[in-house]
């Protein structure tokens, strides 16, 4: 019947080796297929029949396409990654002076118009409005 139950002992150092490197090379190979697909859509140069054709192409041929895509538009792909996060970090300054309410930055005389507000309206002691003067000012 050959039914051999194999331990863990039974199984070799190497093929150990063998079975990680295969595992991890497939998510990699995992990880550059939604890289390139991210990048086809992210692509602003292309049209849309461009976009549907190279979707296509690394979807129904993955093996060819992905290769194809890396060699024909991979020096492009880092360039719109920068692009992308640039893109992001502005905004997210963007959302930060406006939350923040220091939009552009805000001059010297704004911020001593508003603290001579505050010191009006008794929100801020003498003492305390001129070591916020000297701030503003150093």
Known sequence: MGGHVYLAYDYPVLGAFWTAMWVFLWVLWI??????????????????????GWLLFVL???FLGVFVYVVARGTGMGR???HHVEQQQKAFDSYIRKTAGTQGGA???????RLAQLRADG????????K?????LS
């Not at 916020?132 to 503003?136: G, H, L």
């Open 60 to 62: 129904l041929l993955p």
């Open 80 to 82: 719109r990654e920068q």
């Open 31 to 52: 990880f550059l297929l939604f890289r390139i697909v991210v990048d086809i859509f992210r692509d602003d140069s292309m049209s849309g029949w461009a976009k549907t």
């Open 107 to 113: 001059s010297h005389t704004d911020q001593l118009d």
């Open 132 to 136: 916020a003067k000297q701030k503003v």
């Open 123 to 130: 929100t801020l002691s003498e003492e305390e409005f001129q």
